[in-house]
Nanobody
Framework: VQLQASGGGLVEAGGSLRLSCAASVTGFSIKRMGWYSQAPGRQRELVATISTDDGTTEYSDSAAGRFTIARGNTKNTVFLQMTSLRPEDTAVYYC???????????????WGKGTLVTVSS
């Protein structure tokens, strides 16, 4: 599984950014995709994820109400629309995909290269 993420950048507080992630998959099925963030000196933490099967979503408390994760029309693509951005949202954002082999239940964790989001005050 290879993940290609894009869309990071510099934005002023209160602004918006849209992150995109596309998964290239061979021999696996993607069950869930999402975004995690890692600020300097902090652990990586969940921002939002979405099921590729039924579209159910989960958000961190910080992201809920400001960010929206959605599946793309192309299979295994997801978008994260971030609005009302705050300086504390500044972090490297990593795309994540949980994959399984056909007929198996074990989930593999796949990570893309991070994309930097910087929110200026």
């Amino acid at each position: 599984v290879q993940l290609q993420a894009s869309g990071g950048g510099l934005v002023e507080a209160g602004g918006s950014l849209r992150l995109s992630c596309a998964a290239s998959v061979t021999g696996f099925s993607i069950k869930r995709m999402g975004w995690y963030s890692q600020a300097p000196g902090r652990q990586r933490e969940l921002v939002a994820t979405i099921s590729t099967d039924d579209g159910t979503t989960e958000y961190s408390d910080s992201a809920a109400g400001r960010f929206t994760i959605a599946r793309g029309n192309t299979k295994n693509t997801v978008f994260l629309q971030m609005t009302s951005l705050r300086p504390e949202d500044t972090a490297v954002y990593y795309c994540n995909a949980k994959s399984v082999r056909p007929g198996r239940s074990y989930e593999y964790n796949n990570w893309g290269k991070g994309t930097l989001v910087t929110v200026s005050s």
